[in-house]
């Protein structure tokens, strides 16, 4: 490889089609006028080893990893961040010089950095956190809220198991409450996280009585498809503060986009309207 070739990312996952990643990464590349391309590929999961191996001898410079590949991911790489770590799945990987696969999972901070954007008054050491659900997703929300110092955090999940397994991983913090009684996890809240897919088009509603929500909240949902789900719609009628999940997709994008291509990008509304476009 040459070394004035443009670098090269990409997305792998099974399936791959419905990825927004390709779009987000082409119009940062396209608006910072960077040579480069991101390229979204299947990958079936015995093909990755030998594919960590070719694609930076092809002028890679790393990836981005989405469902079902992120702990394959994680287990594959010779080097691990904390957060990654502690997440147990990698979503971002970069191609070091000297050979070696680094993984970094950078959903806790999109998570994070969508509600400083679009929330700044936001303190989320203020109160007690309270999430649906105990996925992938919520470990994510988890070690993100507890490295910004909350004080609480309170997971509700309708398999108990796995919110029990949580407890057991993340420790002191983390209070379990029975599905039948996740409305109760509001009292006295100061953020709420919806983790689980409920609420997303073709999905059931978030069926939890949400007559504890209070205009003093942060309200979030991990849910994009719709911009406003049923809990953001009855949060903003009950007065709290409410940020969309979207900007955590965008945000979690940054740090891999910098690595690659070595310009910090910015996360506005034309970024929001590119991904949204069909
Ligand atoms: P992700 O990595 O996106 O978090 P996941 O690990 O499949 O995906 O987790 C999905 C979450 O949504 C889980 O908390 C799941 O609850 P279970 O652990 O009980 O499966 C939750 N979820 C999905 N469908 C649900 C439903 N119909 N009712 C309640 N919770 C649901």
């Known amino acids: 490889m040459s070394s004035n070739a443009p670098p090269l990312a990409g997305v792998i996952g099974h399936p ?43 002028g890679f410079c790393g990836l981005n990893v989405t469902v079902p590949h992120k702990e394959t991911a994680l287990e594959l790489a010779d080097l691990v961040t904390d957060r990654a770590a502690l997440i147990g799945a990698a979503n971002t990987l970069i191609f070091r010089s000297d050979g070696k696969v680094h993984a970094d999972n950078t959903d806790g901070y999109g998570f994070i950095s969508n509600l400083r954007q679009n929330a700044p008054e936001w303190d989320p050491r203020r109160g007690p956190a309270a999430i649906f659900g105990a996925g992938g997703a919520a470990r994510a929300v988890i070690v993100a809220l507890l490295e910004s110092g909350v004080p609480e955090i309170r997971l509700s999940n309708r398999t108990r198991a796995r919110a029990e397994r949580l407890r057991a991983d993340f420790g002191a913090k983390m209070v379990v409450y029975d599905w039948a009684r996740a409305g109760n996890m509001l009292d006295d809240a100061a953020t709420v996280v919806n983790a689980t897919s409920l609420g997303m088009t073709g999905q059931p509603d978030l069926r939890v009585p949400l007559d504890g929500l209070s205009p003093d909240m942060l309200v979030t949902d991990i849910v994009y498809t719709p911009l406003e789900t049923p809990l953001l719609a009855e949060a903003r009628n009950r007065g709290c503060t409410v940020v ?34 069909e």
């Open 16 to 58: 791959i089609g419905h990825s927004k990643s390709p779009r987000l990464h082409g119009h940062w590349l396209r608006t910072y006028g960077l040579a480069g391309h991101y390229i979204p590929m299947q990958v079936e999961r015995r093909d990755i080893p030998e594919m960590l191996r070719l694609l930076p001898r092809l």
């Open 244 to 277: 969309d999940g979207l900007g955590m997709l965008l945000h979690q994008a940054v740090p891999g986009f910098e690595r690659w291509f070595g310009l910090r990008p910015e996360v506005d509304e034309t970024l929001r309207h590119v991904v949204l476009a």
